[in-house]
């Protein structure tokens, strides 16, 4: 991040002096666009849609309900697109403030508890279809794997799980926010606070869209990229690292990243710790958080690994593997990194036409 912050800071010093400000410097339209309007943009239909859970939060959902110009999707799905609580599309209540602690006291505990069901619930009453096909990424299997594995009603009302760099203990994941796994809950709190963690601001969105779109600059915003995520360099379109780093961070509760700090230092599946056995009594009517059993989800599960991926890192996947009940198909994608599963310029060839394959052959039986 420093390394974008000196870029930024010597190309508003030199840039009239050198004329970095007409090289190379065509911003991509989507990275200033929301979501219904990138999917207008490339020509899809758009349907947008409140989601009101449980607990009174506000979620955005999309949905493509068919193809560009015609009665059908592309090859005949209805896409409907999820968001969890508390990121850019999804910051409401129907009486917290998103100013308030009360709001951001959550984590992937209730993301899956309150947000998952909400939105299953809405698709499958808006559809009238009885099943849908679930694909999560990272924190979208995570959310997946608590929910099927512990509401047995919700894991009926899903077809297959696509389970795409899943992400469930993270004893080995070599992120740089394992930083945060030295540090006391009170330190963290003291450096960040104990509201948001990490707000997409004015200023990303300026080095996003007028630093990293040029190409002298490109090395550096993808390297901060892979720092991240892992490095796979000849698979990313540098072209439109504007509308990756412009849409990639959304942000989440201080709660959440001391749930993955938590998970990290543990190596166990479990629930939020509140700190204190009244607190934990309070939410679990137990004095420990549950440790989540995937073996009790009976959901048909795909998986699809990587081996540069540096937030959920091969071995952690391993030690999944085994513990999914109805395990379909497994793929390892050796040179994949973290983001490669929708950033991959080979994602279709790599994964999709497996993904489809495995949807319409349940179709067919």
Request: charged share 20%; proline share 5%; aromatic share 14%.
């Amino acid at each position: 991040m420093w390394q974008l912050l000196a870029a930024a800071y010597w190309m508003l010093l030199l840039g009239p002096i050198y004329g970095y400000h007409k090289k190379g410097s065509v911003t991509n339209p989507e990275a200033n666009m929301n979501i219904s309007q990138i999917i207008s943009y490339w020509g899809y239909p758009c349907e947008e849609y409140d989601v009101v859970t449980e607990d009174g939060y506000v979620l955005g959902i999309y949905r493509i309900p068919s193809g560009r110009g015609c009665p059908r999707a592309n090859i005949g799905y209805d896409v409907w697109m999820g968001n969890s609580r508390g990121n850019t599309w999804s910051r409401k209540h129907l009486k917290l403030s998103p100013k308030s602690r009360e709001y951001w006291a959550f984590s992937v505990d209730e993301m899956a508890n309150y947000d998952l069901p909400a939105t299953i619930n809405f698709i499958v009453e808006k559809t009238g279809q009885e099943q849908l096909y679930y694909v999560g990424h990272s924190q979208g299997t995570t959310i997946a794997f608590i929910a099927f594995s512990t509401n047995p009603e919700l894991a009926k009302r899903i077809k297959i799980f696509f389970a795409l760099a899943p992400v469930v203990t993270v004893k080995y994941t070599q992120s740089p926010m394992k930083k945060l796994t030295a540090l006391s809950r009170e330190v963290v709190k003291a450096l960040f606070g104990d509201k948001m963690f990490y707000p997409h601001t004015f200023f990303d969105q300026f080095i996003a869209t007028k630093v990293c779109n040029r190409k002298l600059f490109r090395h550096i915003c993808s390297n901060f990229l892979f720092t991240l995520s892992g490095f796979d360099p000849t698979n990313l379109n540098m072209s439109r690292l504007d509308v990756y780093l412009a849409q990639s961070f959304t942000g989440t509760s201080v709660q959440n990243m001391l749930h993955w700090a938590q998970a990290a230092n543990s190596g166990l599946f479990q629930a939020f710790d509140w700190g204190n056995p009244d607190q934990n009594m309070m939410h679990f009517h137990q004095l420990t958080p549950p440790v989540y059993d995937v073996t009790k989800m009976e959901v048909p599960t795909a998986v699809w690994s990587r081996g540069h991926d540096r937030v959920a890192d091969v071995r952690d996947v391993e030690n999944l593997l085994p513990k999914i009940t109805r395990l379909i198909y497994y793929k390892l994608i050796s040179h994949y990194n973290h983001v490669d599963f929708y950033l991959g310029q080979d994602a279709p060839q790599e994964i999709y036409q497996d993904l489809i394959r495995l949807m319409d052959e349940c179709l067919q039986n």
